[in-house]
T-cell receptor, first 115, second 111 residues
Framework: GAGVSQSPSNKVTEKGKDVELRCDPI?????LYWYRQSLGQGLEFLIY????????KSGLPSDRFSAERTGGSVSTLTIQRTQQEDSAVYLC?????????????FGPGTRLTVL | DQQVKQNSPSLSVQEGRISILNCDYT??????FLWYKKYPAEGPTFLIS?????DKNEDGRFTVFLNKSAKHLSLHIVPSQPGDSAVYFC??????????FGTGTRLKVLA
């Protein structure tokens, strides 16, 4: 079946511009996660959705970052007034988690480059 | 403070031999551990997991060992194959959705 998809695969933007990154989770998965991987670093947790609500936004680096999820499916991560330090690969994952640890299925990521 | 550490950024192994990837953690509350494999331009894919109530879990050529007293886990791949060449991440959680990932080890299996 279809896995997690993300778009765009690559995004180059100028400092100060806003960007939107999209994630399409696996159909039926109620949990959705956003991570960021900067060069030479591990995956950094950003935000977790259960359905349309985000009980944990603790990983968002600043108020320039926001995310929403509609219809319990597609999610959008928005970065306003991008900075060069925002350059990273942004990964989305989904799972059918209801409680306890789960297996998260990752998309291919969006490579963001801020010039 | 990095709670999950993979101290070897890279590892090269001859085809057919054993690959051993190591991971150390500092948080004693972690009770579930996972290994993910990542090929270039793809997202990480789940490989194998282990709960803290076990010290070993095996799946085909892949075995994960957990040493709770040492706060150490390792992934063994036997025999290693060229298709195993990838970046391997370990991750840990304290029973929640929030995984803490290591920085990864790049494995190269030489034919």
């Amino acid at each position: 079946g279809a896995g997690v998809s993300q778009s765009p695969s690559n995004k180059v933007t100028e400092k100060g511009k806003d960007v939107e990154l999209r994630c399409d989770p696996i159909s039926g998965h109620t949990a959705l996660y956003w991570y960021r991987q900067s060069l030479g670093q591990g995956l950094e947790f950003l935000i977790y959705f259960q359905g349309n609500s985000a009980p944990d936004k603790s990983g968002l680096p600043s108020d320039r970052f926001s995310a929403e999820r509609t219809g319990g499916s597609v999610s959008t991560l928005t970065i306003q007034r991008t900075q060069q330090e925002d350059s990273a690969v942004y990964l989305c994952a989904s799972s059918d988690r209801t409680s306890g640890p789960d297996t998260q299925y990752f998309g291919p990521g969006t490579r963001l480059t801020v010039l | 403070d990095q709670q999950v550490k993979q101290n070897s950024p890279s590892l090269s192994v001859q085809e057919g031999r054993i690959s051993i990837l190591n991971c150390d953690y500092t948080n004693s509350m972690f009770d579930y551990f996972l290994w993910y494999k990542k090929y270039p331009a793809e997202g990480p894919t789940f490989l194998i997991s282990i709960s803290s109530i076990k010290d070993k879990n095996e799946d085909g050529r892949f075995t994960v060992f957990l040493n709770k007293s040492a706060k150490h886990l390792s992934l063994h791949i036997v025999p290693s194959q060229p298709g195993d060449s990838a970046v391997y991440f370990c991750a840990a959680t304290s029973g929640t959705y929030k995984y803490i990932f290591g920085t990864g080890t790049r494995l190269k299996v030489l034919a």
